[in-house]
């Protein structure tokens, strides 16, 4: 049971990360509402690199953002949360392959092992996290400008990009779940009692066996 739950929760962890490659390298975070634009045969969208225009042609032409400094706070902010998110989800990735129990390396414990399977999924968990704040705090200015009458710039909406974000977190935050419940320590059995019996013939034929007295100061019985 604990290996299906490893070998899952590694899966999902695998999974997610893929994801999470594919949203902060996707440029949909964020698509110009149709409300504001004067054709429908032109589309315009961001993503945390650079922002494109696409026509109804196939042409679709892109700008890399020309500045860092002067970029929007929470822009940087998810910039920096995604690839840290990236960097801790192969980091867990890496950790988890070496913490499960069908894996052999060298003379490892079996108590080690559930430690380090146990950190792996911690580190998916934490990737999970940040992936979830960075799209989420993302999707909350969008929404935020949108329904802002004061705003003056162009209005956009929830872009493709952050979907996949979320998708990547659920799932990181469930593999890494999974791992850790997978290292759920069972308390040892007792130690068996251990008998040692002497052998003695009396004057009249009989076999005795007597128990000799236990490590734990239990009382000895005879057996006739």
């Not at 604990?2 to 990360?17: E, K, Y």
């Not at 040892?188 to 100061?217: E, H, L, M, V, W």
Request: proline fraction near 4%; charged fraction near 10%; include cysteine.
């Amino acid at each position: 049971m604990a290996v299906g739950l490893q070998v899952v929760g590694l899966l999902l962890g695998v999974v997610s990360w893929c994801l999470q490659s594919s949203c902060t390298s996707s440029q949909v975070w964020k698509t110009r509402s149709q409300l504001e634009s004067v054709t429908s045969s032109q589309w315009t969208f961001e993503g945390l690199w650079m922002s494109c225009a696409a026509t109804s042609m196939g042409s679709i032409q892109c700008s890399r953002f020309k500045t860092v400094l002067g970029l929007p706070a929470h822009l940087q902010a998810c910039r920096a949360l995604m690839i840290m998110s990236l960097l801790v989800s192969l980091a867990a990735i890496i950790v988890s392959v070496l913490g499960l129990k069908c894996t052999k390396i060298g003379r490892t414990s079996e108590n080690v092992k559930e430690q380090i399977a146990l950190a792996g999924g911690i580190l998916f968990i934490l990737s999970g996290v940040f992936t979830l704040t960075a799209v989420s705090w993302y999707a909350a200015r969008v929404i935020q400008d949108f329904y802002d009458p004061p705003y003056g710039g162009l209005r956009f909406e929830l872009g493709s990009g952050l979907y996949l974000g979320w998708a990547a977190s659920c799932l990181a935050l469930l593999g890494g779940s999974m791992l850790c419940c997978s290292c759920r320590r069972t308390p040892p059995a007792p130690p068996a009692r251990q008998f040692s019996y002497k052998f003695s013939t009396t004057s009249r034929g009989q076999n005795i066996y007597r128990a000799a007295p236990a490590s734990d100061g239990s009382s000895s019985k005879a057996y006739v």
